[in-house]
């Protein structure tokens, strides 16, 4: 079982990055994206319910960050428009092969973590 990550690098504030997350050995019901500062905890940015297509974001990322799902390719994308220097940060792609409830926004209820992948946002 693995989640791949790719998609990060530097950028300009008010720039856009693609994230994508490549899942592979099995199948899951829920993915979130999680992102981590540098000497700051991890938190939640994005989740979704793949079977429903639900989805679920941080207020600070709301109206600019998109969660999708690509079924061809089965992976699930986060696409980040006005990015701002605070959104820098490493972004890690996470799954759980069961349905998450109103639990989608705890790391903890995630059984498997993709690598991260930085994403810079100069000023």
């Known amino acids: 079982v693995q989640l791949q990550a790719s998609g990060g690098g530097l950028v300009q504030a008010g720039g856009s990055v693609r994230l994508s997350c490549a899942a592979s050995?099995?199948?899951?019901?829920?993915y979130g994206w999680f992102r981590q500062a540098p000497g700051k905890e991890r938190e939640f940015v994005a989740a979704m319910y793949w079977s429903g297509g639900s989805t679920y974001y941080a207020d600070s990322v709301k109206g600019r960050f998109t969660i999708s799902r690509d079924n061809a390719k089965n992976t699930v994308d986060l696409q980040m428009n006005s990015l701002k220097p605070e959104d820098t940060a490493s972004y890690y792609c996470?799954?759980?092969?069961?349905?998450?409830?109103?639990?989608?926004?705890?790391?903890?209820?995630?059984?498997?973590w993709g690598q991260g992948t930085l994403v810079t946002v100069s000023s």
């Open positions: 050995g099995r199948t899951f019901s829920h």
């Open positions: 996470a799954a759980n092969p069961y349905y998450l409830g109103k639990n989608y926004a705890q790391e903890v209820k995630y059984a498997y």
